[in-house]
Structures are given as C-alpha cells and as structure tokens.
C-alpha cells in the first residue's frame, strides 16, 4: 500500500508540473497574439484565370499615298464666235441644221448675191477699160519720147508724161474697186470660221439681214475644252519655285462629272492666267480636256481631282487600327513579342483608300491591332487571329472617288 501510495505521489508531481508548462507556454501563446507577436500565414487568394482577348492584327507596310486634291473647276469653250454676216441682203438658204457639230470652212448662210455678182462684172468691166487707157497713153508717151524734140513743145511731152501716169493709176484704182466687189460677193456666203457646235439660228430663209442687226448665230468649240480653277498665291508660288529647280512632280488631272461618275479622259496642262485677283487671291489655272463625246458643257461646273503620276510610297497602317485619345490624339494598339499589347499615341497623315500613312510613333513591320480593340487593355495577353479580308485590306482594291 505504501508502495503504491509512494508512486501515486511521484505521478501527481510530474502531472503538476507539466500542467505548469502547458499553462505557461499557452499564456505566452496568448501574449503573442495579442500583441500580433505570433508570425501569420500569407492568406489563401483564390486564383483568377488571366484575362485575354482575341484580336486580328496587321503589320505596318509600305504603301503608295497619292491622296487627289481637289478644286472647284469651270467647263469653258477654246473658242466661241458670234456670225455676224459682212454684208446685207436675204437669206436664200441656210446649210446646217441647229445644234450641229460643223467644221471650219463649212458654208452656214448663202445671201442672195446676185447684186453683189453685178457690182464685181461692173468693177471687172472698169478695170479693162482702165487698163485699155493705160496701154494707149503708154504707146502715146513712147511716142513722145522718140519724137524730134523740135517737133513737140515741152509742154506736149509732160502731158503725154501726165497722162500715161494718170492710166496707171486709174488701173490701181479699177483694181482695188474690183477686189472690194468680189469681196462683198464672197462674203454673201457665210462660212464657220472655227469647228464646233452651232447653236439656235436667229434668222431664217426670206429674212433680211445685215451686219448692224446682230449675230446669225453662234458657235462654240467643244472638242477639246478648256477646264479652269483657282490656285491661291501661296500654292502657286510654291509651284513655279519647284518648276524652277527642276523638281516640280507631274499631276494627273481627273474630274468628276456633276452625278459623281469619273470622266474617262484625263487633262492637259495649257497655261496659267496673266494675273492674280485681288478680290480671292488667287490665280487662274487652265487644262484643255478631250472631248469627244460632248459631257463637259462649257459654262458647267466640275470637280477637279489632281494626284501625283509617281506617288510616294509611305509607312501605312489601316484605318480600323485608329482609336481617339483623350486631348485630341490618335492610337494603336501594338503587338509586342509576349504576345501582349500596348497603347501607343502615332501621328498620321489623312487616310487615303483605307488606309492612313504614319508620320510618327510606328516603324515597318510593327503590327497593330485592326479588331477587337475596345476590350483592350496595357499588357494584356492576346490571342492572335487572321483578319477579316476586307476591300481596305486588299492592296490592289482602288475605291472610286466620290464628292462629298
């Protein structure tokens, strides 16, 4: 019994005494926590799967820029003439029809001549006669001068001299009455002086008509035509500076027709006015034009289209890849090598068949962004795929140039 008395005494001791440890190490335990002494494990985030977007995208490329210039142009004719007839009398017929194309030296109006044909048979008649006089006071004056002086007086021989003078002139006389006559008979008949097209006639058979009662009618020259615009002092300048050097480019000159269709021929440089308006500023600037089939009216208005024959080639991005920043600029988004974008601000020239040439913030063979922009983000991870062809991204695709 003492025995077991004695070990149940030891068992009590060591179980006090190991109450006591716990006891301690928990009221440290206790201590630390409440003084955040105790280290903390990093809590558990759950894990978010990274955000990614699918986008097509294109590389910056070389591309031609010929961007056309355009004017306000005027339709107006090479020539244009009013028949006004050089002689009176009726009409005894008309040889065209109104609105007729007519070539130069094609007979109009043939007058009634027949007064006219009497005055030049009168004047020729004269003539003969005059010359008739002229060849006897010749014989008389050689005559005169052969004969022994003492059997003519002075005087004889300075009027025989007189007279043979006096015939020459009467036949210069008769002459030009003759060529007077057979100008006003020539000119019963009225030709086309310039080819073009002849308009309303203002007389007919049977009128009488002279030159102080106005035009016959009037013609106007349509093939080729004369195409005019206004260039201001400063692009003029500019102008004849590179023609100076020697560097000035060639232009091609289109229009565009009042319904918005592309006339088929192209223009000619002709000549630039004498003189700049001092009201606009500006100088005139004209082009002739082929004509053949009569779609350009002179008095009509056009739109002028003027680009380079050899445009420049330029860094090119498309016009989808553009996005407005705030303050007024433009972005892109470009694709880097992680296959993650980033925001970048560019500068670019005005777009031109779809596409907008780079003046700054892009280098060649860049790729940037063309769809799937608005979910962007800086940094985020993309999924690259083929782009939607389109008429903008086919290199060969020419849209038709329309006014707006």
Avoid at 73 to 94: R, S
Avoid at 120 to 130: G, H, P, S, V, Y
Wanted: proline letters at 6%; one cysteine or more.
């Amino acid at each position: 019994m003492s025995e077991n008395n004695e070990k149940k005494g030891k068992g009590g001791a060591i179980g006090a005494v190991i109450g006591t440890i716990v006891l301690a190490v928990a009221c440290a335990v206790g201590g630390w926590v409440a003084n955040d002494l105790w280290p903390k494990r990093p809590p558990v985030m759950p894990q978010l799967p990274q955000m990614t977007a699918t986008v097509a995208v294109k590389e910056v490329e070389e591309r031609t820029y010929n961007l056309p210039e355009k004017f306000v142009a005027h339709a107006e004719a090479m020539q244009e003439v009013d028949l006004l007839p050089q002689v009176d009398g009726y009409i005894k017929e008309i040889k065209f029809k109104e609105g007729d194309i007519v070539k130069a030296g094609a007979v109009l109006y043939v007058l009634d001549d027949e007064r006219y044909r009497a005055v030049a048979n009168q004047r020729k008649a004269d003539l003969e006669a005059a010359e008739a006089e002229a060849r006897r006071a010749e014989r008389y004056w050689e005559r005169m001068q052969k004969a022994d002086a003492r059997g003519i007086t002075q005087k004889e021989r300075d009027d025989a001299e007189a007279g043979a003078d006096k015939a020459k002139a009467a036949v210069l006389q008769a002459k030009a009455n003759l060529v007077v006559a057979e100008y006003d008979l020539k000119k019963a008949i009225v030709l086309a002086p310039i080819s073009g097209q002849i308009g309303k006639t203002s007389a007919h058979v049977g009128d009488y008509v002279a030159p102080s009662k106005g035009a016959l009618a009037r013609i106007v020259q349509i093939d080729p035509i004369r195409v005019t615009f206004p260039l201001t002092d400063r692009a003029y300048i500019g102008w004849r500076a590179a023609l100076k050097k020697g560097k000035a480019p060639e232009y091609r000159m289109r229009l565009m027709l009042p319904d918005g269709s592309e006339y088929g021929e192209e223009g000619k440089w002709d000549f630039d006015d004498n003189e700049m308006s001092k009201d606009t500023a500006t100088i005139i600037m004209r082009l002739s034009f082929p004509n053949p089939d009569r779609l350009l009216i002179p008095n009509s208005y056009v739109t002028l289209l003027t680009d380079r024959k050899v445009p420049p080639k330029m860094a090119s991005i498309p016009q989808q890849a553009l996005f407005d920043l705030t303050g007024g600029s433009q972005g892109v988004w470009v694709l880097k090598e992680d296959e993650t974008v980033e925001e970048r601000v560019v500068e670019v020239r005005e777009m031109s068949e779809g596409w907008s040439p780079v003046i700054s913030g892009l280098k060649l063979g860049e790729k940037v962004v063309i769809s799937g922009i608005g979910k962007l983000a800086p940094g985020m991870k993309v999924k690259v795929v083929e782009p939607t062809m389109n008429d903008d991204l086919d290199p060969n695709y020419k849209p038709p140039v329309k006014e707006n």
